[in-house]
Structures are given as C-alpha cells and as structure tokens.
DNA sequence: GCTTACTGGGTACAGTGTTCGCAGTGACGA
DNA sequence: TCGTCACTGCGAACACTGTACCCAGTAAGC
C-alpha cells in the first residue's frame, strides 16, 4: 500500500553511521535485533509489513526508539538486505571461473528465493559488509580471466545486476502462475484480443507459434539458461 | 518518502478495466489527460510528486474524481509508463538482428535518460499498447535468428530487462556523480577503510589495480559496450 | 561529582492512498 | 416521451504512514 523513497542519490547509508556512539548509556538493542525483526516480518507478510510501528512493537518498543539506531526507514531496509546476504556462504573456490559464476549465480538466486521482498529493495548505493563479501569472491572467480580491475569490478556490476535480473522474472513468473485462475486467463483473453485486432504481426506468430500443451509444466530452469548466456558473455 | 505498492502479482492492470462505461455522463477528463498531468510532475520533481492530490489538482480537481478512471495508483502509474513509451519512434527496420536490436536499445536508453522515473516503477504484469508496439518490433528485430515463438519470447524479456538494467546503473552511477562532494568522498574513505582492514584481499587488488586519477572523467559509453555484449550472447 | 552526550519513548504532525455518500446527468428501454 | 438507473464529480473523512519534538533518565569522560 505504499512507498519505496525514490532514488535519493545520496541521503547517507548506514554503513558510514557509527554502530554506538561513545558517550551515554548502552543501548538496549542493537542493529542486528532490528534487522532480524524485519526479516521475519518481510518473510511472512512481504515489505509493506515492515513499518517503523511493526518493527518496534516486534523488539518491543516504540516507533520514535527506532531513529536511535537508524536514521530512516531506508536504512533499515539496508540493514536487513546486508544481513539476510549474510546467509550467504561460499564454499567453491575452484574450478573455471564460469563454473564459480554460475555456482554464485544459483547462490543469489536461492537467496531471492528464500526472501523475495529483497528484490523490492532498490540496490543499495554503498554495499553493507556481506555484499562486500560477496563482490570479493565475485572478484576472485574472476582472477583467471586476466581483466584489469576495473573491468572486473564492471564485469561483477553486470553480473549481480543481472542475478538479479532474472531471479526477478522468474520469480515474477511463478507469483503470477500461482494465480492462474485470475491472470492467465485475464493476460491470455487479453492478449488474444490484442493479436485478434491485427497489428502486432510478429507478437501474433510468435505466439502461435509452437503454442504449448496448456498443462504442461514450464519449461524447467529458464534461470540456468539465461545464466549460462550471459556469463559466457561476461567472461568473453 | 513513500511507497510503491510491494509486488502484488495481480491487482487488476489498467488494461484489463474498460475505458468507458455505457452509461451515465461522458467523463471530464480521459486516461491520457491523467498520464500527461503526472508524467508532466514525474519529469519536474520526480515520482514521489506523483500524488493523488497532485495530480488531481494538475487536472483541476479533487483527488477522489482520479478513482472514476483508474482503481488505484498504480493503475495510474502504468497509464503514464505506457504513454511514455509512445514517443519511441521505430524508424530503422533493415539490417542484422545485432544492429537492429542495439538500435531498439539506444531508444530505450534515451527514454529512460528522459524519464528516469520510469526506472522506479515496477515492470508492469500487463503490457499496454505501447509496450506490444515496442514489443512487437523487438520480435521483428529477430526475425532472422530463426527460433522458436517461445524463445524469441524469453529473449525479447531478456533484452529490454537488460536496457533497463543498465541504463539503470548508468543513471546512478551520474545521479551519484553529480553529488561527488558528498557521495564520492564518503563512498570513497569508506572503502578504504574496509579494504584496509584487511578482508576482502580480491577487492584491494582491483581497487588498486590501475588506480585511474581522481578527476578522470569516467569511460565514455559504458551502455554500448555492455549492450553490445549482451546483445551478442542473445542472437547466439 | 559535575558535565555532557547520549538513550528511551509518549505525543503529535504533515502527508499519504483510498472509501463513503450524495447530488447531478445522460443513454437506454418502454 | 419519459422514467430508470448506471454512471459521473467530488467534499469530507478514515486509517495509516514516516518522522520531529521533547523530556526524563543514564553512563562515560574530565
């Protein structure tokens, strides 16, 4: 029902904010008891849950106690992001470095999988320190390909972005044939309409071209085909 | 500093309700008089100027006339993302997939650059008109590939997710650019600092690796070089 | 032990998307 | 020709949001 701040270039991250301050009294909570609350409330009911009112009455105290630890609700969302890449783990160090990609590739994409209002949040301007744990062992799949580092650290821009990218339609894809009853039939009346009317040519072959058995299972994993696409390319 | 309805698979897309009833007075205002007032707001302060109050008071009425033609704000979103994509003009249809699909891209590019809140808003579900126009031409830039329907299909998704993608970092990496005082410096002692700590081993090296000097203006056309890549693993 | 900078949190504010209810209007069926 | 009835415009209100303010209490540094 509501917001994502629009892209504010710079309104300051957490992670250039000091975790505890040096004077005054301990704090009774703590980042991580914050972020872990959100998660929680993020994985049952999706994003919107979290409100600065959900999320305090989840650690047990008021709206206002929260900007003690972060000053905007965007910095929240940083936190929790930063903290479920943490369940990351990164056991493969050999091999090619197209077979590391792809493994950290299916990483990420059980990642978005397991918390998929992470692909709700908008890339974080300055990574927390899991994705920069991440970003190193991207950078170390990469050694082999003898790229300079700059191109390296394009090459792994691309390569999260489009991790992202594709667990985001795929996931996009399953949320939509869950509903079956309402959208396909609402999309496929639709868009036979649209083919019906006549321009479109293109979209109308394609279409009937190869038109599937309506039960059959979706094809099985787009997500590995696009990746392996695409890495191939990166690593050219 | 608020929201964009968390993905909900299937609300009811703009496309899908009838412009105009049967009945009753013919409407003050139209669909397309709705999506010029907001996106008019949109290009000058952003989407988060985008209300409900504001665009209403832009037609010159009261916010709750905008539910006779749309059932919510996101409806109203979509209205202005799809007109938006009625400037592209589709001049070029000759040459190779490659160069007509890069050709498609750069329009794609330079609408975003136009209307960068464009990035903000959430892949519609449902295509509008344009978006099949625009659609239809990218399966038309493919002809000769010789796929299948259905895998021109996923890769004519592939492709524009793709222009969105990285016309998205483009944009933020220049929004980021132009508050350099702020951003650059705190982005740029942050990173130090992790890299000093001494983690992170594979993100030294290439931060150091062909240190470029600070005022370098960046390389010229990050989109043409990435575009040409991927682009190059989808026609293969 | 005095100062100072913090912490907790109740209250309040401005602004949001959206609903309700009611008066007016115009196309359709008789 | 004339009701009927589904529509239209829209003022007012609701529920909810992120966040600022304020004040009492607390612990570290000189």
Chains 1, 2 share one sequence.
């Not at 979290?50 to 047990?60: H, N, Y």
């Not at 943490?86 to 990642?111: I, N, P, V």
């Not at 868009?191 to 979209?203: D, F, K, S, Y």
Request: a neutral charge; proline letters at 7%.
């Amino acid at each position: 029902m509501f917001a994502v701040t629009t892209h504010t270039p710079f309104g300051g991250s957490i992670w250039t904010r000091p975790e505890r301050a040096a004077r005054g009294p301990a704090p009774e909570h703590s980042r991580a008891s914050l972020a872990t609350a959100g998660i929680a409330l993020a994985d049952a009911e999706g994003l919107n849950a979290v409100t600065m009112r959900s999320v305090a009455a989840a650690v047990g105290t008021g709206p206002a106690s929260l900007y003690r630890y972060v000053d905007t609700r965007a910095q929240l969302l940083e936190l929790m992001a930063d903290q479920a890449r943490g369940e990351l783990r990164f056991d493969r160090t050999g091999g090619s470095s197209t077979d590391r990609l792809l493994a950290l590739a299916r990483d990420g994409r059980a990642l978005y999988r397991r918390h998929p209002w992470l692909l709700d949040i908008p890339a974080d301007p300055v990574p927390g320190p899991n994705a920069l744990a991440f970003l190193d062992h991207c950078l170390a799949a990469l050694r082999d390909t003898g790229l300079p580092g700059a191109a390296k650290l394009e090459t792994v821009g691309l390569f999260s972005a489009a991790v992202r990218l594709i667990a985001q339609t795929e996931l996009d894809r399953e949320r939509a044939g869950q509903n079956a009853a309402q959208y396909q039939s609402d999309l496929e009346s639709y868009l036979t309409r649209v083919v019906a009317a006549g321009q479109h040519p293109h979209l109308a072959e394609a279409m009937t071209d190869v038109p599937r058995p309506p039960g059959a299972s979706p094809q099985p994993d787009v997500f590995d085909r696009a990746m392996t696409r695409i890495v191939a390319a990166l690593v050219a």
